[in-house]
């Protein structure tokens, strides 16, 4: 088995775990995994739950397509990250209901989106960025997000649109896709309650001892 052809059996797993957990629905969200100078990646329109290794995407870190059917309309997010961060090797973009709804949100810290409620995103990920809004397949996202990353942000809140993540494994980058969406569930379920954040130098500590 070639790199190229575990990070396919990869995507697939991913792709289906994350929609079986209601994380993906209809055809939303998308994924890839960065394998030395080939990014591989869900195709445009795909149903994550519905993924077939023989029907994924191979393109350059330009963006152009290596092998396989036209990627994600969406691949420029991705590069922008890769690009920001070598050290990330997979992305993970989906539109779940509760990261989904936050973005939608009015007030907040565009340098710190969800309120920490609880130590696990902040372990995983430290502070949510919150992105500006940008029409979805507008390449016009990318330069934000590469800045973002570039000042060491690893999860996002794409404005209006969902959450955009990326680690060094796809398991890694699914997991905090998944904690951000909890994060995020846990925002809108206390909305109007006098909760109680964690503190500065809570998170700080938190940050230094990872997940």
């Known amino acids: 088995m070639t790199d190229l052809d575990g990070a396919r059996s990869s995507l697939v797993e991913v792709g289906r775990m994350l929609s079986a957990a209601g994380l993906s629905p209809g055809s939303t969200g998308n994924l890839s995994i960065r394998v030395g100078d080939r990014i591989v990646c869900t195709p445009t329109g795909s149903r994550l739950s519905a993924l077939e290794t023989d029907r994924l995407s191979v393109i350059d870190l330009d963006g152009a397509v290596v092998s396989g ?9 991705h590069r922008a990250m890769y690009g920001a961060n070598p050290s990330f090797g997979a992305v993970v973009h989906l ?5 989904t709804a936050v973005s939608c949100l009015a007030d907040g810290d565009p340098r710190d989106a969800v309120l920490p409620l609880t130590p696990y995103l902040t372990m995983r990920a430290g502070a949510v960025r ?4 940008v029409a979805p397949g507008d390449p016009a996202a990318a330069a934000p997000i590469a800045r973002a ?9 794409l404005q209006n649109h969902g959450s955009l993540v990326a680690a060094q494994t796809l398991d890694d980058a699914a997991a905090v896709a998944e ?3 909890e994060s995020c ?18 998170r700080v500590a938190l940050m230094h001892r990872g997940p």
């Open 95 to 99: 539109h779940s209901a509760h990261a």
């Open 149 to 157: 990353v570039g000042e060491g942000a690893s999860a996002l809140l």
């Open 69 to 77: 059917p036209r990627a994600t309309k969406e691949t420029f997010m």
């Open 130 to 133: 919150s992105m500006p809004y």
């Open 179 to 181: 904690e951000l969406e």
């Open 185 to 202: 569930r846990l925002v809108i379920l206390t909305a109007g309650l006098a909760v109680r954040p964690l503190s500065p130098s809570q």
